[in-house]
């Protein structure tokens, strides 16, 4: 019996999955390229982040208001009182500027609070990912290029790591970037094969800017070539329309439909989606 997917075919359906942790809008998306779409997106536990450092702080303040406590006003105290809540304002602001997202091309992180540092890789520059489960756990990408350098100890010379630390639910987050993975994949490979057909369909005919009716340039006049079915000029050899101003209309042609481009052909190539393996 053949197998079939039963997971998220489409990014619609990868979105009714997403992971309670999601947080919509932790991303800047002034950080994000045109078009990009975010699939998921949060922050770090602060806790998971520096819980490390919180355990030792609070140690020393209960420390100090325990050898202050019956004294008079006790300087030393006041001023390690004073620290803890500066080093407590600086490890919010850290934890604020940090975040995740996982958009349909790439897995990017943020953080910094003067300057943000932004490390992202494409899909197809994932070459292993893996979850580490615990409290500062979370998913390693590893983007090291196949082909980078070893270093002297036998690592590669020039990793390149991108690390969900302090993810909370890391094991569900996992199971949503590898379906997003899949379901991506198998859109681009979808998307490769339909231009490859239009390509083919096409071949060395020229669409017509104006009707999208496929000519032959070998049947054109050359001193004046124009289009048999509409009689819109064609460039040809580039299948373009000459230049002319905005607004002005080509004597003899009919306007260009309004409902696709210059170029397009007629016809929809259908919704994407992932068919049944």
Same mark, same amino acid.
């Given at each position: 019996?053949? =197998?079939?997917?039963?997971?998220?075919?489409?990014?619609?359906?990868?979105?009714?999955?997403?992971?309670?942790?999601?947080?919509?809008?932790?991303?800047?998306?002034?950080?994000?390229?045109?078009?990009?779409?975010?699939?998921?997106? /949060?922050?770090?536990?602060?806790?998971?982040?520096? +819980?490390?450092?919180?355990?030792?702080?609070?140690?020393?303040?209960?420390?100090?208001?325990?050898?202050?406590? !019956?004294?008079?006003?006790?300087?030393?105290? +006041?001023? *390690?009182? @004073?620290?803890?809540?500066?080093?407590?304002?600086?490890?919010?602001?850290? +934890?604020?500027? /940090?975040?995740?997202?996982?958009?349909?091309?790439?897995?990017?992180?943020?953080? @910094?609070?003067?300057?943000?540092?932004?490390?992202?890789?494409?899909?197809?520059?994932?070459?292993?990912?893996?979850?580490?489960?615990?409290?500062?756990?979370?998913?390693?990408?590893?983007?090291?290029?196949?082909?980078?350098? /070893?270093?002297?100890?036998? !690592?590669?010379?020039?990793?390149?790591?991108?690390? +969900?630390?302090?993810?909370? =639910? #890391?094991?569900?987050?996992?199971?949503? %970037?590898?379906?997003?993975?899949?379901?991506?994949?198998?859109?681009?490979?979808?998307?490769?094969?339909?231009? =490859?057909?239009?390509?083919?369909?096409?071949?060395?005919?020229?669409?017509?800017?104006? *009707?999208?009716?496929?000519?032959?340039?070998?049947?054109?006049?050359?001193?004046?070539?124009?289009?048999?079915?509409?009689?819109?000029?064609?460039?040809?050899?580039?299948?373009?329309?000459?230049?002319?101003?905005?607004?002005?209309?080509?004597?003899?042609?009919?306007?260009?439909? #309004?409902?696709?481009?210059?170029? %397009?052909?007629?016809?929809?190539?259908?919704?994407?989606?992932? /068919?049944?393996?």
């Amino acid at each position: 019996m053949q =197998e079939t997917w039963s997971g998220p075919r489409t990014e619609a359906d990868l979105l009714t999955v997403v992971p309670r942790t999601n947080q919509p809008g932790a991303f800047p998306r002034d950080l994000l390229g045109p078009g990009e779409r975010v699939l998921f997106e /949060t922050r770090p536990s602060l806790f998971g982040l520096y +819980w490390g450092r919180l355990i030792v702080l609070a140690l020393l303040v209960l420390l100090f208001a325990y050898v202050s406590a !019956g004294l008079p006003a006790n300087p030393f105290g +006041w001023f *390690c009182l @004073g620290l803890f809540l500066i080093l407590m304002i600086y490890y919010v602001l850290k +934890w604020r500027s /940090t975040a995740y997202a996982l958009t349909h091309r790439r897995v990017l992180r943020v953080s @910094g609070v003067r300057q943000p540092e932004l490390l992202d890789a494409l899909f197809g520059q994932i070459q292993n990912l893996r979850n580490e489960p615990g409290v500062s756990g979370g998913i390693k990408f590893d983007a090291t290029p196949l082909d980078s350098p /070893t270093g002297v100890l036998g !690592g590669r010379k020039y990793a390149k790591t991108i690390y +969900w630390n302090a993810l909370p =639910e #890391s094991a569900q987050v996992y199971a949503f %970037v590898q379906q997003a993975f899949a379901v991506e994949s198998a859109l681009a490979t979808i998307e490769a094969s339909r231009e =490859e057909l239009v390509a083919r369909t096409l071949g060395d005919r020229i669409p017509c800017a104006y *009707c999208g009716t496929l000519v032959d340039p070998t049947s054109l006049d050359r001193r004046h070539p124009r289009c048999p079915s509409c009689g819109a000029p064609i460039l040809v050899g580039e299948g373009l329309a000459p230049d002319r101003p905005a607004g002005s209309s080509v004597p003899g042609a009919p306007s260009a439909p #309004s409902s696709s481009g210059p170029g %397009v052909p007629h016809g929809s190539l259908g919704e994407r989606g992932i /068919t049944g393996r």
